[in-house]
Each structure stands twice: as structure tokens, then as C-alpha cells.
């Protein structure tokens, strides 16, 4: 009975992904402790910072400071690692240009359409054929490309062309 089975399928796959999903969640809030962590170092060392300028009423050699400077340099490249660890365990990137959490594989933001800067993985040589994967008949697909495109892009991910609003 293939609606028994596409329905059984359904659900276990829908049990995967709730445990994908408490996964990725427990990743991300372990990692954002760590950058709790690291605001707390450039905190205190805004702190001793502050303590050096008043100490020497502003007139300190650049050396009292280095060190303090230093550590906000490290904490906040380790926020940065830190971050985008999390966005490779939630699958996504940030848009250089507008900030939007985009898919990591997408060549084009869906928000703002600006290519993607890291490569794109080429096609694959030779497998072109049928590669009819079962989509849902509702699914939005690029005017351009016939790339499936989420509900609310504005930009398709895969070729970059702007898709018209419709109402
Ligand atoms: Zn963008
Ligand atoms: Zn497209």
C-alpha cells in the first residue's frame, strides 16, 4: 500500500529530523556559552583598559595597553569562529551584503540576490540526465532556472534572478 508506506515514511523521517533539530539546538547553545564566555573576557578587559587610561590620565605609552588590546582582538576572533560554527551547524551563512541567514550552498542570497562569494560547486559532469526528483507540485521553482525556491525568496539561491511577487 503506497500511501501506508509514503505515510510511515513521513513520520519516522518527521522523528529524524525533531532529533536533527534538538541536535542543532544543543550544538548552538553550547556555543553560544562559549561567546558568553568571550564577551565576558572583552569585558574585563575593556575594564583593565579603562582602569590603565585613568591610572595614567591618558598619557600611558601604547605599550600598558597592548596587552588588554590583545585580548579583545583574540575573544572577538574567536567570537567570529564561534559564530560561524554556528552557522555550519545550522546549515546557513550570513549575506555579506544584507545580513539575511541564507542557505550555505545557495550561489545567491533570496533576499538581496548578491552571488555568493565562496565557490559553487560545479555540476556534475555527465550525470545529467533525469534527474526528475519528486517535487511537490506547489513547490516555487526560479522563473529562470526551474531551481526549487523557499516561499519567501525574493532572489533565487541558485541563479540570482529576481522572483516577481504574486498575488
Ligand atoms: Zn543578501
Ligand atoms: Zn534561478
Sequence with gaps: MAFFDTLGKTISEKGKEATQKAK????????????????????????????????????????????????????????????????EVEGIRICRN????????????????????QSVPEPVEGGESEVSAVRLPEEKKCPACGEPIEEDSRFCTACGAEIAEED
Excluded: H
Design 24 to 87: 542543532v539546538l544543543a550544538e548552538t547553545m553550547q556555543l553560544k556559552g562559549q561567546i558568553s564566555t568571550e564577551e565576558n573576557n572583552i569585558q574585563l578587559a575593556y575594564q583593565e583598559i579603562g582602569k590603565l587610561a585613568y591610572d595614567s590620565q591618558l598619557q600611558a605609552e601604547a605599550e600598558a595597553y597592548s596587552e588588554w588590546f590583545d585580548k579583545v582582538r583574540e575573544a572577538k576572533k574567536r567570537i567570529r569562529e564561534l559564530e560561524e560554527k554556528i552557522n
Design 98 to 117: 544584507c545580513g539575511a541567514k541564507i542557505p550555505r550552498d545557495a550561489a545567491f542570497c533570496n533576499q538581496c540576490g548578491t552571488k555568493s562569494e
